[in-house]
């Protein structure tokens, strides 16, 4: 895989620049942070690189024929689905033991079976994460995925997610420098 190359981006939305001539380079095979304010256009570069956007000028190589997967800020999980049913939506191939021994590593054991309805808000965030974890990419973009987590169940999840996406290519989005710190970024943007 190569590197994926961002040369002045832009992208308004009426009187709105959100990006402004934004470059940067994302490493094949490592883990890249971005830190910004909110509102600076974070999101909208994710939906660029998903193919959900596209600048208005400038140009992104490295993209063509990448899987992606996603964490958004939102869960964007099926509610009426249980934890194992949303995760094997995106990823129909693995066995219901290794989903299952997936949901335990992040402390889910117990409710891979309730709806996701019913499932905390913290719960749902570790259902989303690992969805995108388990299914097969090349380029996975993390939005703010930590949030909403406490620091122990926090901790447990960035240690299974750094270990599930070891020498992929990853862009992280935070507001928080720790999170880049526990997942050993070098790489570090801002908008």
């Known amino acids: 895989m190569e590197d ?7 992208r308004s939305f009426g009187e709105k620049e959100v990006l402004h001539g934004f470059s940067a380079r ?18 909208t570069l994710l939906r660029i690189l998903m193919g959900l956007d596209r600048p208005q000028q400038g140009k992104i190589t490295g993209l063509d ?11 964007r999980l099926c509610e009426n689905l249980n934890a194992v049913a949303n995760i094997r939506l995106v990823t129909p ?5 290794t989903v299952e021994a997936s949901l335990k590593a992040v ?5 891979s079976r309730q709806p ?10 570790r259902v989303a994460i690992l969805r995108a974890l388990l299914a097969e990419y090349d380029l996975l973009l993390l939005d703010e995925p930590f949030r909403g ?10 240690t299974d997610t750094l270990t599930r996406c070891a020498g992929r290519t990853v862009l992280l989005v935070t507001h928080d420098s720790e999170e880049l710190d526990a997942m050993g970024v070098t790489n570090r943007l801002s908008l």
Do not use: C, H, N, W
């Open 4 to 10: 994926i190359i961002i040369r002045e981006v832009y």
């Open 26 to 43: 994302l490493q094949a095979g490592t883990i890249t942070g971005l830190m910004a304010p909110s509102g600076s256009g974070k999101t």
């Open 65 to 75: 024929g990448l899987r992606v997967s996603a964490v958004f800020q939102e869960d």
């Open 93 to 97: 191939v693995l066995t219901l033991e």
């Open 107 to 111: 402390g889910l054991g117990d409710s």
């Open 116 to 125: 996701v309805r019913e499932l905390s808000g913290g719960q749902k965030r």
């Open 149 to 158: 987590l406490d620091a122990a169940t926090k901790q447990v999840v960035l």
